[in-house]
Structures are given as structure tokens and as C-alpha cells.
């Protein structure tokens, strides 16, 4: 059987060669007919057919073209919009739309204009479009306007291109929608569970309050070791450092400025400067004897220029802000040191002290 098999295939090969060529050439071009129907047939069922259309206003010509007019909501259809006008005339080719009807934009490109032989300019825009929803939709029209060189403006709107979108899901595959179902109770958590989180949740929070705590302690005990004047130093940099002259702030910034150094001097004198007006706080330093003459009327010019801003809402200039930074730090370092009475009274304290023992 094995050796009989290509003897019977040559002898068809045979009888075929010795037909007639006006026998096998006509059916051998009928089969190539059917073929073709066939795939023309194939063609159609997909629903794929060109559109092309072209208009023409004068001199002004534009011809529309889509690949196909028929399409399932997974395809692209392929836009050309070729504009042809005289060199001379100037073309104002539409911008990219946010969407052309139920179609999103996946691409919009101008080709570079092109000047033919003929003296004619030629442009093509490029767009690839995709459906969103299955059903008879329509491409609408875009308009192309051009201006001739005597600034006559001609207008001509491509023909909007009807499109059939189909699901890509057949009519016997579509979906039914049923109506919800009850939520399923979830299962109920272990009560261990429950008391676990609330035992971590009060540990977590604990630790951050004694965090917090620690944290102050801390921070007071530092400032308690330093001294006014280093204190009053550090809160000085602190405000510089927030930029608030920088930010035209003036008010607050001599606001704190100000109440600063009155701070300092109730730390270093013992001095209820926070309390009192600018008036009453002069006259009691004056009356304490704790400042020279110099420093006192240092330190009234400074708390007046500081009313002046906080009060009269006058506007600094950058040299007046730095004098009063300058100012407050200078006070400061100058006024640090102990002055002769209160080394006096250092001394005698402990003397006194011994004779009551």
C-alpha cells in the first residue's frame, strides 16, 4: 500500500496534463472567481468600506478619506483630511479637538506643507480615532478656512462621515444583568482580637504623651541652665529665622521683637516690664537705677520706634529693622554682665547669713 500511493498520485498528474486546456483553464479562472467573491463577501460581512468624499470652493480643494465606515468598539478608524490651495494662499488648518462626537482622539498629526509643481500647496491631517460605545454614530465635520492674497476669507466644512459600531460580543453572547445579591454577613472577629487592638492602641498612645512630656521636661530644664541673656539670644534667632520683616509682617515682628526684650529685662531685673505700658515701664526702670543714662535713653528710643509700628502702623525701612535687631542684641550683650550692685549684694548676702548662724 505504502509504494502503491505515488504511483496512483502521478497517474492523476497525468490524466490531468492530458486534458484539454480549454477544459481545465476555464475552471481553473472559475475557482479564482469564487475565491474572490468569497473574500469579498468576507470583506463585507467585517463592514469595512472607505469614505471619501472631496469638496472644492475655488481655488480651495479638501478631500476626506476613512479607512472604514463600519467597525467594532475595539477598532480605530483612520482619518485623512488632504487641504490643496494656490502657494499664494495662507491655511489655517483646525487645532486638535477634545473629541470628535462619540470618538476619543488616540492621534492628531499635520504633515508639512507641500509645494507640487503646479505651484499648488498640498496638507494632510492625520487623526486615528476610537469608538466608545456600540451603536450609529457620526465623524462631524471640521471646518478649514483659508485666505486669499487679495485677504478674502474662504471657509469650507468637510462632510460629516456616518459610522456603524458594533460589539465586539455576538447577539447570542450578551450579558445578563441580574438583580444583586444580599451581602453575606461577615464573620464575627474573635473578642481576644478586639481587646488586643484596644491594649495596643492605649500602649501606643502612652508611650507619645510620656514621649511628649519627656520631651518638655527636657526642653524647660535646658532653658532653666541658661541664662537670660542666652535665652533672650536664642528666642532673638528664632524670630529671624521665621523671616517675618521678609514678608513685609512689620507689625508682628516688632510685636514679638519688642515683647522679647521686655522678657529679658523681667528675667535679668526682676522687672514687670510685660505688664506695663512703654510710659510706666520707663519710668520704673528709671526709678530702680538699674540702667545707665546711656542705656535707658537707648532703651526708650527703641520701645517708641516700636509703638510707632505696632501702633501708628508705620512702615519700617530695611535699615530701621536692622538697627532695631542690632539694638536688641547689643542691649542685651551689654546689660549680660552683673553690674557692681548686685556683686555687692552677692558678697554681703553670705556674710549676713553667717552672723545669723
Not at 486615528?128 to 478656512?145: A, D, H, T
Not at 526684650?261 to 510710659?279: H, K, N, S, W
Amino acid at each position: 500500500m505504502i509504494e502503491r500511493a505515488p504511483q496512483n498520485i502521478l497517474k492523476h498528474r497525468v490524466q490531468l496534463a492530458s486534458l484539454p486546456r480549454c477544459v481545465w483553464l476555464p475552471a481553473l479562472v472559475a475557482g479564482l472567481l469564487a475565491l474572490t467573491a468569497c473574500a469579498d463577501k468576507a470583506a463585507t460581512d467585517v463592514g469595512e468600506h472607505a469614505f471619501d468624499q472631496t469638496i472644492q470652493d475655488g481655488d480651495l480643494t479638501i478631500r476626506t478619506h476613512a479607512d472604514k465606515d463600519a467597525l467594532t468598539v475595539a477598532d480605530r478608524v483612520h482619518l485623512e483630511f488632504t487641504i490643496t490651495a494656490p502657494e499664494q494662499f495662507a491655511v489655517e488648518l483646525p487645532e486638535r479637538p477634545e473629541s470628535m462626537g462619540d470618538f476619543t482622539i488616540a492621534q492628531w498629526t499635520f504633515t508639512q506643507r507641500q509645494i507640487g509643481a503646479g505651484g499648488e500647496s498640498t496638507q494632510t491631517i492625520h487623526a486615528r480615532l476610537e469608538p466608545f460605545l456600540p451603536g450609529e454614530s457620526v465623524i462631524p465635520s471640521l471646518e478649514v478656512v483659508a485666505v486669499n492674497p487679495a485677504g478674502e476669507r474662504i471657509v469650507l466644512t468637510t462632510p460629516a462621515i456616518p459610522v456603524t459600531i458594533r460589539s465586539v460580543l455576538a447577539a447570542d453572547d450578551a450579558v445578563e444583568i441580574t438583580g444583586l445579591k444580599e451581602v453575606a454577613a461577615a464573620p464575627p472577629r474573635p473578642a481576644w482580637l478586639l481587646v488586643l487592638w484596644i491594649v495596643v492602641g492605649v500602649v501606643v498612645i502612652a508611650a507619645v504623651v510620656l514621649f511628649i512630656v519627656h520631651f518638655r521636661k527636657a526642653r524647660v530644664a535646658e532653658e532653666e541652665q541658661l541664662s537670660p541673656a542666652e535665652r533672650a539670644l536664642r528666642r532673638l534667632q528664632a524670630l529671624l529665622d521665621r523671616n517675618l520683616a521678609g514678608r513685609r509682617e512689620f507689625r508682628s515682628f516688632y510685636n514679638e521683637l519688642s515683647e522679647l526684650l521686655r522678657i529679658y529685662i523681667e528675667d535679668r531685673f526682676g522687672v514687670r516690664a510685660p505688664e506695663q505700658t512703654t510710659e510706666e515701664f520707663l519710668r520704673d526702670m528709671n526709678a530702680r537705677d538699674v540702667l545707665t543714662s546711656n542705656e535707658l535713653t537707648t532703651l526708650r528710643e527703641y520701645l517708641r520706634h516700636c509703638d510707632l509700628v505696632k501702633f501708628a502702623a508705620m512702615e519700617p525701612s530695611p535699615a530701621q529693622v536692622d538697627e532695631s535687631v542690632g539694638t536688641t542684641q547689643r542691649f542685651i550683650e551689654k546689660t549680660a554682665t552683673p553690674r557692681a550692685h548686685e556683686l555687692i549684694e552677692d558678697e554681703v548676702t553670705p556674710t549676713l547669713e553667717g552672723v545669723a548662724a
